[in-house]
């Protein structure tokens, strides 16, 4: 495997979506009027991801790894396109349903190929050294994505955390050493 390659592009979808979920609270602020509303959001997301990691993971060694994640990196690209257009409460609630299918694909698809290619003898360095990485990569996003919202607006984050996921998908799809 192209450990280096993954681990780049799991940087760009670490650095895409940190871009978007710390300042997410601010949009559900603009459509709705509580924090109770943000945590049912959230809530939505995470119980939508639990139920359907099994059919994922069910199906993940017959689609393949690739697939699953271009199928994310794409799913992504477009899901972040609505959430400026969100004007109630309840397209977020439908749009967090979605974005919880799809960080359920991201999640298991990652698990997977850390467990197939990682050398077992040294599985934790190379895991640790894969979580530095992309951990870096979010912590630029989180501090760079404050400054963008001080001069553009909260709806301009979902846009640029667009393109950069329709950029993931692009080098995803170049990845050829991920099972297909």
């Known amino acids: 495997m192209n450990y280096k390659r993954f681990i780049y592009y799991q940087g760009i979808v670490g650095m895409a979506s940190s871009m978007i979920f710390p300042f997410y609270i601010l949009l559900i602020r603009n459509v709705g009027d509580s924090y ?81 290619y990682v050398t077992k003898e040294i599985a934790g360095a190379q895991i640790g050294r894969y979580h530095v990485w992309t951990s870096v990569a979010a912590a630029i996003a989180v501090i760079a994505t404050g400054y963008l919202v001080d001069f553009l607006t909260i709806a301009s984050i979902f846009y640029v955390a667009s393109l950069i996921f329709a950029g993931s998908g692009i080098i995803v799809l170049k990845l050829q050493t991920i099972k297909q």
Do not use: C
């Open 36 to 116: 109770a509303q943000f945590g049912w959001a959230y809530g939505l997301f995470a119980l939508t991801a639990a139920l359907f990691y099994p059919v994922i993971g069910k199906y993940a060694d017959y689609v393949g790894d690739k697939s699953l994640l271009a199928i994310y990196s794409w799913g992504m690209a477009i899901l972040l396109l609505f959430f400026p257009l969100a004007s109630e409460v309840w397209h977020v609630y439908v749009l967090q349903v979605i974005m919880g299918i799809l960080g359920a694909v991201q999640k298991n698809s990652e698990k997977t190929i850390l467990a197939r």
